[in-house]
């Protein structure tokens, strides 16, 4: 890399940091100010998908990546892995986990990823998931609005789209359900070969 391309590189990296921070501060406000905001509501889409998933691959390790507030596991009991629980706009889950997971899901989260940061939170997200990542993405208009008057649902595509970005920036190939709802229903399934592969290893 040139000298003048990494200077950009890293121009790009501030600003990119700079502004994940601006949107943390924002959902911690929503979180902070409405009481049933982020309390895993959107579950109820996707909770017989990634049941199915954690049963077929056997998952005893779970990343729930943008958990928001967690109600949901309090309030149900789907018989799944007790989850490790991520969410840098809640302060009790701040802390993004090292090491990997059998599974890694992420609901109603990447909707609120600018385009510019999908990279690096693609980057996490796969890199933690041995088995398995669920991605649960809508992409209709949230009622939330941010205080620069954007709406909080800023990243609304298709399936399609989401899964040239998984394929583009995931590290490595992982077994991967996407599901979109809201302006346009989808579903894909990448990386099935390498869930058959790990379960005829298995047999």
């Not at 950009?8 to 406000?29: A, H």
């Not at 949230?142 to 590290?171: C, F, I, M």
Request: aromatic share 14%.
């Amino acid at each position: 890399m040139q000298i003048v391309e990494y200077i950009d590189y890293l121009r790009v990296r501030r600003f990119v940091k700079k502004m994940s921070n601006w949107w943390i501060e924002e959902y911690k406000k929503f979180h902070r100010d409405i009481n049933d905001y982020g309390n895993g509501g959107a579950m109820k889409f996707h909770h017989l998908h990634i049941d199915d998933l954690i049963k077929d691959t056997e998952t005893e390790t779970l990343l729930d990546f943008g958990c928001g507030k967690a109600e949901v596991y309090t309030e149900n009991d789907w018989g799944w892995p007790k989850p490790t629980l991520y969410d840098p706009a809640i302060p009790e889950y701040s802390e993004l986990p090292s090491g990997t997971f059998h599974g890694v899901i992420s609901t109603d989260v990447m909707e609120h990823i600018p385009e510019e940061q999908l990279p690096e939170v693609i980057e996490q997200i796969f890199s933690r998931a041995e088995r398995f990542v669920y991605l649960g993405i809508a992409n209709n208009e949230s009622s939330a609005v941010l205080s620069d008057g954007s709406n909080a649902h800023v990243t609304r595509k298709p399936v399609e789209w989401w899964a040239e970005k998984v394929d583009q920036y995931a590290p490595e190939k992982i077994y991967c359900h996407i599901k979109t709802y809201g302006d346009s229903n989808g579903y894909v399934i990448l990386n099935e070969e390498h869930y058959l592969e790990w379960y005829i290893n298995g047999i």
